[in-house]
Nanobody, 124 residues
Framework: QLQACGGGTVQPGDSLRLSCATS????????VGWFRQAPGKERDFVAA????????YYEDSVKGRFTISRDNAENTVYLQLNSLKPEDTAVYYC???????????????????WGQGTQVTVSS
């Protein structure tokens, strides 16, 4: 079970922090990713982190604006969204999977567990 939260409605240039927590098990040995889906569009990769090594991956359009991190004590993955743009508007989902090779990190089909999604709306 993954619980994602932290979305909201903000203005361009604002920031949000999304959280993804797990209950019942830990994220160790998992890759945790964030994906987003805008209305009528595919579910797109945003960022991911390998829990054990803390290796991070980002989609090009969010590099330098978004930061993914993890808190071992809280068993939570965070996605800090800075300098938000209207095109960042989407439902954001967190997902987790084991044994994901690097090339598969960007594919939502590689992840077995999904959270419920949290809406991020960027509008002036």
């Amino acid at each position: 079970q993954l619980q994602a939260c932290g979305g909201g409605t903000v203005q361009p240039g604002d920031s949000l922090r999304l959280s993804c927590a797990t209950s019942g098990r830990t994220f160790s040995a998992y890759t945790v990713g964030w994906f987003r889906q805008a209305p009528g569009k595919e579910r797109d990769f945003v960022a991911a982190i390998r829990w054990s090594s803390r290796t991070t991956y980002y989609e090009d359009s969010v590099k330098g604006r978004f930061t993914i991190s993890r808190d071992n004590a809280e068993n939570t993955v965070y996605l800090q969204l800075n300098s938000l743009k209207p095109e960042d508007t989407a439902v954001y989902y967190c997902a987790a999977g084991r044994g994901i090779i690097t090339s598969a990190t960007y594919n939502h089909r590689s992840y077995a567990a999904w959270g419920q999604g949290t809406q991020v709306t960027v509008s002036s």
